[in-house]
């Protein structure tokens, strides 16, 4: 089952956003995400949060239209968005992605959310913005680039080592290197065919794809 979390930024278009929405069985808001859902036509099913940041008007509008709050206490250990992944995976979904996460004028929360990616294993998460896609590589691991010539793909580490990463379809291959963290060698390198594959023995790998055609 695909989940589509609203996250508490500002979701920027993009074809992978429009998919992604398009293909969601359900979705789930985190707090003032609800509001985003609503201006892109959707009617979150749940909504989870503190709800600090919700204006009353639209919370009384999604609970007259259905939507299943969840309140959290404002004083907690998890995020609002935490908690949608946590609800996510207890309603059954097997591919999350979430939208809005870079956290608006909340660079922590942007950061946060990217580390998000690390303490769940179980499901697949994306995270998307605008013409990005990322996510994470857990080794020993190999995942699919789908995409076009020309688009970038971007390899960082998210452990103090990333060991044995191997790319094909890329314009700077790698042939088994070790990618350390904090060292962002793997910035910026670009597909050379429409499917790519980046492999990787151990360690996390944050795997960034950009759809070169959709930047501004």
């Keep these: 089952m ?7 930024g500002t ?8 998919a992604a929405i398009a293909s969601a069985d359900l979705v ?3 707090d003032s995400g609800a509001a985003s859902a609503l201006q892109h036509g959707c009617n979150p099913t749940i909504i989870v949060g503190d709800f600090d940041s919700l204006d009353a008007h639209t919370m009384q509008q999604l609970e007259q239209s259905g939507s299943r709050i969840i309140r959290a206490a404002v004083e907690k250990n998890e995020t609002d968005t935490e908690l949608a992944i946590q609800v996510a995976i207890e309603q059954g979904a097997t591919m999350i992605t979430i939208l809005g996460w870079l956290g608006g004028a909340r660079l922590d929360h942007a950061i946060a959310n990217v580390l998000l990616l690390a303490g769940f294993e179980t499901v697949p998460i994306r995270l998307v913005d605008g013409p990005s896609i990322c996510w994470l590589l857990h080794g020993p691991g190999r995942t699919p680039i789908d995409g076009q010539i020309d688009d970038l793909l971007s390899l960082l580490p998210l452990t103090a080592e990333a060991t044995g990463v ?3 379809g890329l314009y700077y291959p790698l042939h088994g290197e070790t990618l350390l963290f904090g060292k962002p060698r793997g910035v910026s390198n670009v597909l050379t065919h429409e499917h790519a594959e980046v492999s990787l023995e151990s360690g996390m790998l944050l795997i960034v794809h950009t759809a070169t055609k959709e930047l501004g």
């Design 2 to 8: 695909h989940t589509v979390i609203f996250a508490g």
């Design 11 to 18: 979701p920027r278009p993009g074809k992978a956003a429009q």
């Design 166 to 168: 191997r790319t094909q």
């Design 28 to 30: 789930i808001a985190a």
